[in-house]
């Protein structure tokens, strides 16, 4: 069930019982550090580690949350070195020890039992994880741990050695950020003025110009928006989807964002528009929760508003454009495609003449080739939105022409923007297809798309041969 954000008697109870764990961890830890000697004032990424090594040394509970707020609070006085010399310690100390696991593998190969099995396992665990464990029964532990995951990934490109590290952060945070635990709650202008600042701060896609821009996206009474929250940020968001209540399907983001527009009677709306998806905690990349929050937001509005039929997307496509100009700079060409035409979107100022009138057949075709064929290495559609609705069982449903003329569209995308269907009679139809067969479910228009373009290639083939 939708919970609000205004400060209902259950809520507020829900803080007085947040605030007193709090506090009872507070007292927790003085007590601990009364018991522990006191630590180098400029600590080391090194002499984190022999904190971390304590830590895991076990003793009692006051001493190990104090060790954990300790090892938390030196670890945000590290600068940069220090970090990475920190997660350098984590790589190479902390893993699974190499004698214990070999000897629990081979006892399982010479037994299969249940019993080795379970050692194995054990054995198998990396010491980090135990570790991340007991650095989450700090007082905010968990706010913490999610920022040091947001240095890390910062840090894999240079250094993958961390990537072990980063496994251990990654499947301990997906279990702590479940569905389970995590709360839907409606955004509105009464909402607490630290949470809206974080939404124009978190904004992602279309980017929030201030108090009145915010305004105008969650007052209207045609204009939603929802996120996830989970207890131990508190105030923080995890993911948040921008709503727009429409007549129709829109082509462009322009008008759901203008700001003299006039708002529709909810009840008159038969298209919820999500318009805007962002992720707010760097630290949680990887883990999904969009599949979850935008499922759950089309049962709200579809318990809440039953006049709506029909639940999409209006969103970008942010790698359209590099893949366009890789595609031109092939020495053999795009086949079907005009060069002449494509050169116009070298021109400054296209998309607002008669010039865009004729590109957009060839983008057009260009973008259903993008989605529909165009594979990465691993064989799924090298649009990482795409991927996302895709595989949430999703269908493309259009592709709108200069739906986002910004200049951050047209860098991106040359203005292009796109429709994926929600069906909830279909989408676990269209995730299987995706999923177990790589399929992009689209609809006959984009289809029609691709063949037009192949019924070209084949004219132009025939053309060649003949001359």
């Given amino acids: 069930m939708l919970q609000r954000t205004g400060r209902t008697r259950v809520e ?11 506090d009872l961890l507070s007292v927790i830890v003085d007590r601990g550090r009364a018991l522990i000697d006191r630590r180098e004032r400029r600590p080391s990424g090194r002499s984190l580690g022999s904190l971390a090594a304590e830590l895991l040394s076990g003793r009692g509970e006051a001493t190990g949350v104090a060790l954990a707020r300790e090892l938390l609070d030196s670890y945000d006085m590290l600068d940069s070195a220090g970090k990475t010399a920190f ?24 037994d299969p039992s249940d019993h080795n099995a ?12 135990e570790l991340i464990r007991r650095l989450n029964r700090a007082p905010g532990g968990t706010a913490a741990l999610v920022a040091m995951r947001a240095d890390l990934l910062e840090r894999l490109r240079d250094h993958p050695s961390f990537r072990a590290v980063d496994a251990d952060f990654a499947h301990l945070l997906a279990s702590w950020f479940n569905r389970g635990f995590l709360v839907l709650k409606r955004i509105d202008w009464s909402t607490p003025a630290a ?12 980017a929030i110009n201030g108090w009145e821009d915010l305004r105008r996206r969650i007052d209207p009474r045609d204009r939603r928006l929802y996120a996830f929250f ?12 921008e709503v727009a209540l429409t007549p129709s399907i829109p082509e462009a983001i322009g008008p759901i964002l203008a700001e003299g527009r006039k708002p529709i009677d909810p009840q008159q709306a ?21 599949n979850f929050l935008i499922k759950q937001v089309v049962e709200e509005l579809a318990r809440t508003l039953p006049g709506l039929k029909t639940f999409v997307t209006l969103s970008p496509v942010p790698g359209f454009r590099a893949w366009v100009e890789a595609q031109r700079a092939d020495a053999g060409g795009i086949p079907g495609i005009d060069p002449k035409v494509l050169d116009i ?8 003449d008669e010039r865009a009138e004729r590109v957009r057949p060839e983008l057009m075709a260009l ?3 993008y989605f529909l064929l165009a594979k990465t290495s691993r064989g799924t559609p090298p649009d990482p939105v795409a991927r996302f609705h895709l595989g949430n069982g999703a269908r493309l449903e259009r592709l709108d022409f200069l739906g986002d003329p910004s200049p951050k569209g047209i860098a991106e995308s040359y203005g292009l923007m796109v429709n994926y269907l929600y069906d909830p009679r279909q989408i676990e139809r269209n995730h299987e297809a995706y999923a177990n067969k790589g399929e992009v479910v689209a609809s006959p228009a984009v289809k029609r798309l691709v063949r037009s373009m192949a019924a070209a290639t084949s004219v132009l083939v025939a053309v060649t041969a003949g001359g």
Avoid at 12 to 20: G, L, Y
Avoid at 230 to 241: N, R, S, T
Avoid at 274 to 281: D, E, T
Avoid at 345 to 352: F, N, T, V
């Fill in 12 to 22: 507020s109870e829900a803080q007085m019982d947040t605030s007193f764990f709090n």
């Fill in 87 to 110: 997660f350098r310690v984590l790589a190479e100390e902390f893993g699974a020890d190499p004698a214990t696991l070999a000897a629990a593998a081979r006892a399982y190969l010479d």
């Fill in 118 to 129: 379970i050692r194995l396992h054990e054995a198998s665990e990396p010491r980090r994880q």
């Fill in 195 to 206: 949470i809206l600042e974080r939404i124009i701060r978190y904004e992602a896609v279309h």
């Fill in 230 to 241: 989970h207890p131990a940020l508190v105030d923080e968001p995890v993911i948040f989807v």
């Fill in 270 to 290: 038969t298209t919820a528009v999500f318009y805007s998806i962002s992720n707010c905690q760097a630290g949680l990349k990887g883990i999904s929760f969009g």
């Fill in 345 to 352: 979107l070298d021109s400054e100022g296209w998309w607002a």
């Fill in 367 to 369: 973008a259903a080739r």
